[in-house]
Each structure stands twice: as C-alpha cells, then as structure tokens.
C-alpha cells in the first residue's frame, strides 16, 4: 500500500528488458492496494513475460493508478500486457498510453492488458498500436474475467489486431466473460481500424456477455482477415 506522486516529472530513458521473467513488470512490478499517481514515462520499452505494463505490471486490492503516461517506444510480454497496466483489479483514470503493445500471448490492451476482477477505467486515451498473437486485443482493454469492467469516456485511436485463437479484437476492448453483475461500457469512442485472423470483432467490443454498451461510438473499419 502507499502513493507514488511523480508530480508531473517525466521519468525518461525507460528501458526495462525482463523478457520470460516470471514475475509481474512494469515501472512497479506489484502493487497491492496502493496509488500511482501524476507519472510519466518516455525511454525504449517495457519488455517482460507474463503481466507487463508500462506503469504497473499487475495491480492488486483495488488500486489506483491516476494521470500516467506511457510514452515510451513499445510495451511487450507473453500474456496480460497493457500499455499502463498488464494484469488489474482496481482502478485506473486520465492515463494515456501512445507505446506499441506487443504481445506473445492473450489479452493486450492499450491501458489494462487483463482485468481479473471489478476493474473501471475511466477517461483514458490509446493511440499506440495493440496486437495480441493469439486472442484478445481491444485499445483500451484486452480482456476482462471474474468481476465487472466499467468503462467510460474512453477512446482508442490505434490499429487494434488479434491474430488467431477466438479473436476477440475490440476497438475499446477485446471482451469480457459474463458476470453476475453487469458490464458497462458508456460514452466511449474508437477511431481505430480493428482486426482479426478469425472471429468476434467489433468497433465497440469484440467478444462481451452480460453488458450494457451505450452512447458508443465507432468510425472505422472492421475486418476479418481470412487466410
């Protein structure tokens, strides 16, 4: 637990290489409970495996990361990578993430790479790229499971794609399972071309049970790319 408050300053010359590391990476590897807040980061990349973000790799406990910003070359793993944060339960507001996010495995997103419980993210902005070379790939989040996402004020402006497995490519976020209670995605907007080698895509979510979407809005393509 605790506050990190950058207060503004940019932390620049970022170049993390844990490439296969087993463990959460990011800025902060782990953060349970806690608050980031006021950060931003410029450099090289974030590189690590499962559960990498470019400010926090896994947040834990209903945390909360507030205005960051990734900013550096390209975030990449194996598994739950996000521009801001690779694996959540919390909540994460006003981040921006402009870094390409690469990933090997499942679920990437452009701010939450995965959520694994009650998760909001609220008036964000992805305008890097996001590929996911198997399944599960939306702007703002990869995938969600366990709890219910809550979405808002949103927007993506980078190309989103997933490559194989069942898709899921979302221009706001590749999908969510069903939940006991309701998803909701509102007042979110995509402008980026979104993309899949197989199925389930959408300019608003590529693959989501039990959700409210309204007040969305989509301007660009949807393509699935058969071979």
């Known amino acids: 637990e605790g506050i990190f408050n950058g207060n503004g300053y940019i932390i620049s010359g970022v170049n993390i290489q844990l490439?296969?590391?087993?463990?959460?990476v990011g800025l902060f590897g782990t953060v349970e409970g806690g608050t980031i807040k006021n950060t931003t980061i410029t450099g090289t990349a974030v590189k690590g495996g499962s559960a990498t973000g470019g400010i926090v790799g896994?947040?834990?406990e209903n945390g909360l990361i507030e205005n960051c910003i990734s900013a550096v070359?390209?975030?990449?793993?194996?598994?739950?990578?996000?521009?801001?944060?690779?694996?959540t339960v919390g909540t994460i507001k006003y981040c921006q993430n402009s870094a390409t996010v690469k990933n090997s495995?499942?679920?990437s997103g452009g701010i939450v790479g995965h959520s694994i419980g009650a998760t909001t993210v609220y008036n964000c902005k992805n305008t890097g790229a996001i590929t996911a070379t198997k399944s599960a790939a939306g702007g703002i989040m990869?995938?969600?499971v366990k709890g219910a996402v809550n979405i808002s004020k949103c927007t993506n402006s980078g190309a989103i794609y997933a490559t194989a497995g069942l898709g899921r490519a979302g221009g706001i976020t590749g999908g969510a399972d069903a939940t006991t209670t309701e998803h909701q995605i509102t007042n979110c907007k995509n402008t980026g071309t979104v993309g899949t080698g197989t199925d389930r895509v959408g300019?608003?979510?590529g693959d989501i049970s039990n959700a409210t979407i309204q007040r969305c809005i989509n301007t660009n393509t949807i393509t699935i790319y058969c071979t």
């Open 19 to 24: 490439t296969g590391n087993s463990e959460p």
């Open 58 to 60: 896994n947040l834990t």
């Open 73 to 87: 070359s390209s975030v990449e793993g194996a598994g739950n990578v996000g521009g801001i944060v690779g694996t």
């Open 105 to 107: 495995e499942h679920a």
């Open 142 to 144: 990869g995938y969600g």
């Open 203 to 205: 300019g608003i979510a």
